[in-house]
């Protein structure tokens, strides 16, 4: 129906159009047979009304031709709009999963640094206190870090951001990985009752402290390029949205 009601728009138009067109050359053609009859030329008549013809003929002909070109272009056309449609929904479908990927990440570098605040603070009380075990609130925070950093590397196979920005990712991986194998030999240490376990235990907190920076320093850098990352595929999918809907 919708296709009907075009045609008969397009016939409407090019029917007053063609009237328009009529009453508008009449001065052209109506003077000259005038002018013809009252001298007693006609030949000056018939030759005009041919060349005038010949030309309006003509210019028929070029609309017509116009129109049939734009008519049968026209499913191409919509075609084109077509693929064009389908291709933005297939690249939203990418986008939303790449934002989820990106939240994703944001959470689990998160959980990384909060672990390793919190394991931080444990051992802090421990050293401050002379080594009290605290080793409930001690262990809870490792268990959380070690869960944290095995979800990490479950993810890796997640590739964004720029060739700098996958290598602090790598980077990050194996300083979280360093750090949860120092934090297992302390936990194994805990609580630390004879001479040699405080030793060792103090040595091995010592490393941690330092892996413990590193780590941070690169989850912060990280969680800042997934947030950039984040906002321009956000603005992207705003886009295509708008497009698809």
Do not use: C
Request: proline share 3%; aromatic share 6%; glycine share 6%.
């Amino acid at each position: 129906m919708k296709e009907i009601g075009v045609r008969l728009t397009v016939a409407i138009v090019a029917f007053f159009s063609g009237m328009a067109a009529t009453l508008f050359l009449i001065p052209f053609w109506a003077g000259p047979l005038i002018s013809a009859v009252q001298e007693g030329k006609p030949a000056d008549w018939i030759g005009f009304a041919g060349n005038f013809g010949a030309g309006l003929m003509t210019l028929i002909a070029a609309g017509a031709a116009i129109y049939g070109a734009t008519f049968a272009a026209r499913p191409v056309y919509d075609q084109l709009l077509e693929l064009a449609r389908q291709n933005d929904v297939g690249s939203l479908g990418v986008l939303s999963k790449r934002s989820l990927d990106l939240n994703n990440e944001r959470i689990l570098i998160h959980r990384i640094i909060t672990g390793v605040v919190m394991i931080d603070t444990h051992l802090k009380n421990l050293l401050a206190n002379s080594l009290i075990p605290e080793t409930g609130e001690l262990v809870v925070s490792i268990d959380r870090f070690e869960e944290a950093v095995d979800d990490l590397r479950a993810s890796a196979g997640i590739i964004w951001g720029t060739v700098a920005v996958q290598k602090t990712k790598r980077v990050f991986l194996d300083a979280a990985l360093d750090a949860a194998t120092n934090i297992m030999n302390i936990n194994r240490l805990n609580p630390p009752a004879h001479p040699q376990r405080i030793a060792a235990f103090r040595s091995n907190a010592v490393h941690w402290q330092k892996l413990s920076k590193h780590v941070k320093d690169l989850g912060h850098l990280l969680h800042d390029a997934v947030d950039v990352s984040a906002d321009r595929t956000s603005a992207m999918l705003a886009d295509l949205e708008h497009r698809v809907f």
